[in-house]
């Protein structure tokens, strides 16, 4: 027989690696994206209008344009996570280099003056919603070894199962068994054939007790987490204005998903007559699919220096595809345990992640031309977030979590802006809930920004820092390592962009 070193195989099972709350949590946020003008002032346009981003918190902004507008901006992302595990702490940094916003709108005037619709503004806008470019590293000595992992996987799964037949190539087995069986034992697969556990009664194909063949009392450890991607809005807006009070508008919104997660597990410093001294572990996630939702807004000027303004944004569906693959080694690993490697690709079926809606209030006050403050108050119940399809028993044991673990989430966004001729200068501050109902696993984001534009002719460049920081516990296996690290994460964002008006 002819060994194949690259397969495919879908998976009937879906509840496998990565498909879980913590799906439902990375695409419900948003990130501070967008213009630097909407950055500066932390995202608090909902009843201002007149900025491409803003369309993302009311449609109806778009008809506060008085020119026809073309934007474009770039942000360079910094990533700094500090990771504490077991006493010991490390830190990981990343930069990034980003177009995040570019796009544009056309506004069309009534000049005949026989209506008392004011004008028609129609909006191309595309937005990174968020960048999932980042790092974790952590490392330190613990109770808890990987072997905890694979016995817990392990349970209850007869030993027959995990042999491989006559023949048959131990990379074939691997993907087999994920598709007849299941993720659960696939890893029980692994961490047999890795050399980390061994069944209690090798003669009795039947046998569904496992035992470890790693030796200690704390083990070294040691993990690298890197992803990659993003989650880009396409947004097509049409808006209008009634009179000389009301701006109406409307959004239909296209996501597109790419992400790559690749983890990176060494564990040493076993027992000195322990039969294994090092256990290496790989996973692969690669996560792609598409996503719609769509927005109404409305904005009021109750009078020259007031406006309020009011937004319903949809839920977002999501149809997502997962692909994995994983590598493992040991001192007792199978000599054939290096043809599983990420070139062995499982396929899963698609899944539909839909996130909650959004209700987001506002109000602004606008002092003529020296300058405006603007306040947001959004309210999202993520308790309402749902995996589907919900009749699959490990997704409606997945929404029971959500049901019970997350709860509801203000947001608050406060920006102001103060201007000098041709210059603007700008500042915000923002901050959110926890989504979780007793503040556990992640934490409150706060977060402020400040910036600088300079307007020249129809032209306006401006500069924006933003700065925001959330404290987050993970674990590093959804199973058997139950403590997990802390994580401080310090995310700042410098922009610059550029803005046309004709």
């Not at 992302?77 to 830190?91: G, H, L």
């Not at 590293?137 to 042999?163: C, H, K, M, R, W």
């Not at 920006?415 to 923002?430: F, H, M, N």
Request: proline letters at 2%; aromatic letters at 14%; a negative charge.
């Amino acid at each position: 027989m002819k060994r194949v070193s690259f397969l495919f195989l879908a998976l009937l099972c879906v509840t496998a690696n990565g498909q879980n709350i913590n799906d439902v949590l990375r695409y419900s946020g948003e990130d501070l994206q967008g213009t630097a003008r909407f950055q500066a002032m932390s995202g608090a346009f909902g009843a201002l209008g007149g900025d491409l981003s803003a369309l993302n918190i009311n449609p109806a902004g778009s008809a506060v344009f008085s020119f026809s507008t073309f934007g474009v901006t770039a942000s360079n992302y910094n990533r700094d996570n500090r990771a504490t595990y077991f006493n010991s702490t490390s830190t990981d940094e990343s930069n990034f280099l980003e177009i995040n916003q570019v796009g544009g709108v056309f506004v069309f005037n009534n000049r005949s003056g026989s209506s008392d619709w004011k004008k028609l503004a129609l909006a191309i806008n595309y937005d990174l919603v968020q960048n999932f470019d980042n790092e974790i590293y952590a490392t330190g000595n613990s109770t808890q070894g990987i072997d905890n992992y694979f016995l817990e996987s392990a349970a209850g799964v007869p030993f027959g199962q995990l042999l491989l037949r006559d023949g048959e190539f131990i990379e074939d087995a691997y993907l087999d068994i994920g598709s007849s069986l299941g993720f659960t034992e696939q890893q029980a697969f692994l961490g047999y054939y890795g050399g980390i556990i061994d069944p209690a009664d090798p003669d009795d194909d039947n046998n569904t007790t496992y035992l470890s063949n790693a030796s200690y009392s704390s083990v070294n450890q040691e993990f690298f987490q890197r992803t990659s991607g993003y989650n880009g809005k396409f947004t097509l807006n049409m808006a209008s204005q009634y009179r000389e009070q009301l701006y109406l508008g409307a959004s239909l919104n296209f996501h597109t998903v790419l992400m790559d997660k690749v983890t990176f597990f060494d564990e040493r410093g076993y027992d000195a007559d322990s039969e294994i001294q090092f256990t290496t572990f790989e996973n692969l996630l690669h996560t792609e699919g598409s996503g719609f939702s769509f927005s109404l807004g409305a904005i009021a000027k109750l009078s020259e220096q007031i406006r309020v303004g009011g937004s319903y944004q949809s839920p977002t569906w999501y149809r997502l595809t997962d692909d994995t693959a994983q590598r493992i080694n040991s001192d007792l690993a199978d000599t054939d345990i290096g043809f599983i490697d990420f070139n062995i690709v499982n396929l899963f079926e698609a899944y539909t992640i839909k996130t909650p809606s959004k209700l987001t209030g506002s109000v602004a006050m606008v002092f003529g031309k020296e300058g405006l403050l603007s306040f947001d108050y959004g309210y999202q119940d993520m308790s309402q977030a749902e995996l589907r399809p919900s009749a699959d028993p490990f997704f409606r044991a997945q929404n029971d979590d959500i049901r019970n673990l997350l709860g509801a989430v203000n947001s608050y966004r406060l920006g102001g802006e103060y201007r000098i001729d041709q210059v603007s200068l700008r500042a915000g501050y923002r901050f959110e809930d926890s989504p979780f109902v007793d503040g556990s696993t992640i934490g409150e984001l706060t977060g402020y920004s400040a910036g600088i534009g300079y307007s020249f002719g129809p032209n306006r460049l401006d500069l924006a820092f933003s700065r925001s920081e959330r404290d987050s516990s993970q674990r590093f296996f959804d199973t058997g390592l139950t403590t997990p690290a802390s994580i401080q994460a310090v995310n700042t964002n410098v922009s610059l962009g550029y803005t046309l008006n004709f």
